[in-house]
Each structure stands twice: as C-alpha cells, then as structure tokens.
C-alpha cells in the first residue's frame, strides 16, 4: 500500500515539482564543508543529519549557513545527478537557490526550492512522503537605468547579458525595487567543487566577460605556483589552477586570499561592495563598517560584470540593526583561543539574527581576535554581520544599531555554555597530535609575528607537521620582517593561494590521525573535510603540541571554574 504524499506549497524560489522521501532537520546547513560534492552525503560531522546522503530525497531545512561556496555545490550536485529533488525551506537562502538558478541556465537542470515559513517548516517534522509544487509569481518590475537595460539587452556582449539576468531574478527573490552601483568585487567562485564550476568560468570567458569594478579573488583549491611540488594529484591541481586563471582571464586581480580586507585595497566604512567568502563578507561588515550582503558563489562574478547590486539587506542603514543581544559574562584572564569560541557560539544562537554583543568593551579586542571571532561566526550563523558594544564601528555608540523602543530578545552567555562548544570543537579523543593547521582564515603580518615569537629558537617534532596558509601579499610583509626564516627554522610550511578548507593530502599526510587548530572555522569543518578530528586550543597550546607531538588537553584558564563547577555538579 503506497502512502499518500502530503502536499507542500509556499512561497516558490524556483519552480517546479517533485515528490520524495522527506529528509528533514531544524539545523541549517553549509552545503560548503558540509555536503560531499560528489556523493552528497552530509559529511558535518556536527550536524544531526551527518551520514545521510541527500540525493533524492526531499531536503527540510530551516536555511542554509556557513560558506558561500554553498551554490557551487548545490550546482555540482544537479550536474552530476546527487542533488536533492527538491530543496525546502523556513526562510528565503540566497545562497543555495542561486546554485540552481545557474545550473538551470548553464546545464537546463533544475529542482523546485520552497519557502514555507517557519510554523509550517516546524510541522513537518516526522513527515514521510512529501510532495512539493509550485510556481513562480509574477515578478516585481524593478527600476533599471539605461546602462542596465543595454546590459540586459545584449550591447556589452552575452557574459554581461547573462550576468544582469541573474542579478535581477536574485534582486527579485530579495524584494529589491532598484539596484546600485558597488564600488569592488571579491569573488569566491574560484574555488574549485568540480566540473561544473570549471565550465561555468571558462564559459564566461568564452563569452567575453570582463569585470566593470576592481576585483579581488578568494583562495583557490591549490598553491598554484607550487602544488606539484606539493605532490598534489595532477586531477586537482591541473582544473583548480585553470580556473584561476579563468578569473583573471575576466580582469580580476591575483590575489588568492580568503582574508581580502588585510590587502591594501581594502574597503572603507560606508562603502558598497559585494564580496563572497563568509568570514570576509562578516569581516567587512562588521569591522570595516563597509556594506555587502552574504553574497553566493556566482552571483558575485555576475555583480562584478555588471557593476550592480540589489539595493537591499545590508546595503541599507534600516538592515543593519541588531535584531538580539546577547550578554557575555566577565572573564579573565583570556587567551586568543576566547575568540573563536566565543564567535562559534553566538552564530548558533543567532542563526539568521544580527547580534549585539555586550561585555566586551573593556577587554578590546584586537583585529586578529575580531577576525577569529568572525569566521566562527559565520561558520554558524546565516548572519552576514554582528555588532559588538563599543568595538566595531557601528557599536561604538550601541543606541546607534537599536531600532529605538524595539524590544530585542536577549541571551545571557554562561561560561558553562562556552565548555560546552569547547568540547563541541574539540572532536579528537586522542592526545596525539600528527598536524597543526594555522591560517583559518589566511594568517595576518601580526599573527605571524606573533607565531615567530612563540618559535624562536625551537624546533618541531619531527613527527608533526606545522602548515600554514596564507596570502602572497602577507607571505612577503612576512618575509620582510624576517618571520618566514624563524619559521622555517622552526619547521613551517607555508602554503599559499589556497587554504585549509581545501587543502588535504599529501599536505596531510596519510598516516596522520589527529589534526590541532586554534580557528574555529577549520575546527567545524576539519572532520568532515580532512576527514580527522581536530583539537581546537590556544595559538601558543599549538606551537608546545608542535614540539611534543601531544595535546596537554588543559582548558584555558577563563573555562576552567565552569569545568569545576561542572565536576561539583556530579558528585
């Protein structure tokens, strides 16, 4: 006896039908990190839906999170035949319905995406044989101007036309009424998922496509100078790096670095930019006080072609304005190691909320501890900007990001909840240590001067491996200094153009069990991308694990009294 399917419609981000088993969970998902390419098994070994695969099936979640890299993959997964049937949501995910946007206009595959809302999404849970339709509205007529009409209608050649397309059906997912002109570009669709992100890219240069703003690329998947000698397989290393040149076949700038705003082209407070890569796009919202949404992989390169953006979400003052607070208690005395966590924490509290964080204003964060903060937040939070009282720029003045009289839901951090996301990233059982991975986002001049210090006149175990990755630009700063040759005393490899979300073996090598870390970022992600659980510590708890091959698994001193309280707790 069949069951009868229980129908689904909501608010239609692409159309279509399709009926499937439900696979449903109420924990958004980074389809970057998260999802496996080429199988689509969830591989975040986080996540309550790890192990499963998605293909086929009818997938619930509440939105998507974490990367950017998100709509690469979804549209790897159409291309090679491993995507969901049909992708079902709480809230509208620009991120991963563009990926089927481009793979319905570059490959004619699709599959239905669907709003419902939250008290319908929470009803589904239990639900077996779903049935999803639905259709797509008439669209709100946008405002363009006369430049935007002759790049919609064909004059600047069919990679723009394209290009102005999918501006407008995104602008017209997002309510926006009109566009505006950015200023810069930083594109995170050169990172290499696949085949299909290869002929996407080479298929805009064969188009004629050439970017209309300064642009700036992410890490890519390889060290494109040196991924042979790396012994990296000639099946990544030869697309990976071909797909950078793609992008600067487009005009844009060889930067290959997952942490745009340490170049000098940086952008200032006020300044509307569209830029992917979630802990960049976190980053200059939050520090810099420059204006981007979350932008997804593709729908970056198409805004740089076309010089324009949708006019909406953080682009606007009335959207950035904090929507929780959330109180943190006093703690002391911090290492950098707070940051990351405290970061990782708060994106899962706020999911799709921009918080504001307060007891911070007199600890004074630095700009290494603020983007260590940012790209754990933005590994679990929708978010693409947080605020902290009297730190970033916005806060400095809290009254200046509350909506006056609005009445905000407010969350009071225990340090027992921090213990608990310790342990959460901390996935390693074993106090062996094989390999220290540092530069989670791409490390800063400071953070280098700082690790030459911790180094100097020691040497590694010569059982571990100590990588770092970072930027060219910042490589040579650092060379400049003088701290690349205390590290390479030390035992350091450096790494540049790609990083940690990319790399794996040989530059992990094979034998290794354990990974360490002090990002946040590659604490989430490691397991289910290297394959590895890693130990999460200290910048300095790194560098004595380096040396001794071990991890001492002591809890910083500000968790500590949360940890005896915990054990009092037992007895």
């Known amino acids: 006896m069949t069951s009868t399917p229980i129908l689904l419609t909501g608010r239609s981000l692409v159309e279509g039908a399709a009926e499937g ?24 070994r986080h996540h309550p839906l790890s192990g499963q695969c998605i293909a086929g099936r009818v997938l619930a979640i509440p939105s998507g999170r974490g990367s950017c890299t998100g709509s690469s993959v ?59 339709e639905g259709q797509r509205t008439n669209p709100t007529a946008l405002s363009l101007s006369e430049q935007d009409q002759a790049l919609l209608d064909g004059a600047h050649g069919k990679a723009a036309q394209m290009a102005m397309q999918i501006v407008l059906r995104m602008a017209e997912l997002q309510g ?13 669709g050169c990172i290499y998922t696949g085949p299909a992100s290869l002929r996407f890219a080479e298929q805009l240069v064969q188009w004629g496509a050439k970017v209309r703003v300064p642009t700036t690329l992410n890490a890519i998947s390889v060290d494109q100078r040196r991924w042979r000698e790396l012994g990296i397989d000639p099946a990544l290393g030869e697309p990976a790096s071909a ?24 952008p200032s407070q006020g300044e509307q930019i569209v830029w992917a890569e979630s802990n960049a796009v976190v980053y200059a919202n939050s520090v810099l006080g420059a204006r981007t949404l979350k932008y997804p992989d593709y729908l970056d390169i198409c805004i740089a072609l076309t010089g324009r953006a949708p ?36 994106g899962a509290l706020a999911g799709s909320r921009i918080p504001l964080v307060y007891g911070l204003e007199q600890a004074q964060p630095s700009l290494d501890d603020l983007k260590a ?31 006056p009289g609005a009445v905000l839901p407010t969350e009071r951090l225990q340090p027992a909840e921090l213990l608990h996301s310790w342990r959460e990233l901390n996935s390693a059982q074993e106090s062996q240590v094989d390999v220290v991975s540092l530069g989670n986002p791409h490390f800063s001049l400071s953070e280098f001067a700082a690790l030459a210090q911790l180094c100097r006149g020691r040497r590694k175990h010569p059982g571990v491996v100590v990588a770092i990755t970072c930027g060219r630009t910042v490589f040579e700063q650092a060379r400049a200094a003088g701290h690349i040759t205390v590290l390479e005393h030390f035992g350091v490899t450096l790494v ?76």
């Open 21 to 44: 088993p439900l696979l449903f969970a109420d924990t958004g998902l980074s389809f970057w990190g998260g999802v496996d390419p080429a199988s689509g098994e969830v591989i975040d």
């Open 74 to 132: 979804m549209m790897e997964l159409i291309s090679n035949g491993h995507a969901p049937a049909a992708l079902v949501l709480a809230e509208v995910d620009e991120i991963l319905t563009l990926g089927v946007l481009v793979a319905q206009r570059l490959f004619g595959r699709s599959l239905p995406v669907l709003c419902i809302g939250r008290e319908a999404f929470a009803g589904l849970r239990g639900a077996g044989l779903v049935r999803v």
């Open 373 to 403: 903060f940012g790209a754990a937040f933005a590994t679990t939070s929708a978010a693409p900007l947080f605020h902290i009282a009297g730190v970033t720029p916005e806060a400095l003045d809290p009254a200046q990001v509350l909506e």
């Open 311 to 346: 006019s909406i979400g953080c682009h606007l003052d009335s959207q950035r304005k904090a929507q929780l607070i959330v109180e943190v208690s006093a703690l002391k005395p911090l290492d950098d190691s707070f940051y990351p966590l405290l970061g990782y924490h708060i």
């Open 496 to 571: 540049t153009d790609t990083c940690w979300c990319m790399l794996g073996e040989p530059v992990i090598p094979p034998a290794a069990r354990t990974l360490m870390t002090n990002s946040g970022k590659f604490a989430h992600y490691g397991p289910g991308l290297a394959g590895r659980p890693v130990h999460f510590a200290s910048l300095a708890e790194c560098v004595e694990s380096a040396c001794s091959g071990q991890a001492s698994g002591r809890l910083p001193a500000w968790l500590q009294p949360a940890a005896s309280k915990e054990d009092r707790a037992h007895v």
């Open 243 to 266: 797909l950078g040149d793609a992008y600067m076949a487009m005009g844009a700038q060889m930067s290959f670095t997952c942490a745009p705003y340490l170049l000098d082209s940086a």
């Open 176 to 188: 926006a009424e009109q566009l505006l002109d950015v200023t810069q570009a930083h594109i995170d």
